[in-house]
């Protein structure tokens, strides 16, 4: 079935960097991708939806400068946290668009922001 | 933003007892809904999804219940195992481009 990767799994970093994290979809293509964020003990907000050549469109509430979304091909979709912050540790999880099953969603990502 | 500090329900049952975990959705247009079981540090698992023009729909060990006049869902799982231990969360796709909105989250104890 579909797989969908994320890298890196879990990354750590200073207050002020910024983190790239990939999202790849291994053996399908998709036009969609979804970037959502979780935070300990909360549900899975939606950060983003971003369409294959085109921009992002955020949520409310989501700075577009600080979650650079890039989707630079049918098959691989990349979230930078700009000037990283404390607050802004996360678990980050994408997600291919099309059939809601498992095997579109990605592993996701741990940041920790010290 | 976030809430801060928000803690999710806990629902407690004993192994082999049923379970019923409840969601509420908030878009009278959704017209898809999932069920997603999620273990610690890992991506949401795709357990049953149901369309709105169907009621109920049964999977192994799982029902999905849909009431679409008052936007609530149900999941039930029979004869509750260890296992299924996790955090369950409903989710809604609001419109024909997949975008799926998930609920609060329900987690689940079973006790031995």
């Known amino acids: 079935g579909a797989v969908v990767s994320q890298h890196p799994s879990r990354v750590i970093c200073k207050s002020g960097t910024s983190v790239k994290i990939e999202c790849r979809s291994l053996d399908f293509q998709a036009t969609t991708m979804f970037w959502y964020r979780q935070f300990p003990k909360q549900s899975l907000m939606l950060m983003a939806t971003?369409?294959?050549?085109?921009?992002?469109?955020?949520e409310q509430g989501v700075e577009k400068d600080k979650f650079l979304i890039n989707h630079a091909s049918l098959t691989l979709s990349t979230l930078t946290v700009t000037s990283a912050h404390p607050e802004d540790s996360s678990f980050y999880i994408c997600?291919?668009?099309?059939?809601?099953?498992?095997?579109?969603f990605g592993p996701g990502t741990r940041l920790t922001v010290l | 933003g976030e809430s801060v500090g928000l803690h999710l329900p806990t629902l407690s049952v004993q192994e082999g007892d049923n379970s019923i975990i409840n969601c509420a959705y908030s878009n009278s247009a959704s017209d898809y809904f999932i069920w997603y079981k999620q273990e610690s540090g890992k991506g949401p698992q795709f357990i049953i999804d149901?369309?709105?023009?169907?009621d109920k729909r049964q999977g192994q060990r799982v029902t999905v219940l849909l009431n679409k006049t008052v936007k609530h869902l149900s999941l039930q799982i029979a004869a509750t195992q260890p296992g299924d231990s996790a955090v369950y969360f409903c989710a809604e796709n609001e419109d024909s481009s997949y975008k799926l909105i998930f609920g609060s989250g329900t987690r689940l104890l079973v006790r031995p």
């Open positions: 971003s369409n294959e050549g085109s921009k992002a469109t955020y």
């Open positions: 149901i369309r709105s023009n169907m």
């Open positions: 997600r291919w668009g099309g059939a809601g099953n498992e095997q579109f």
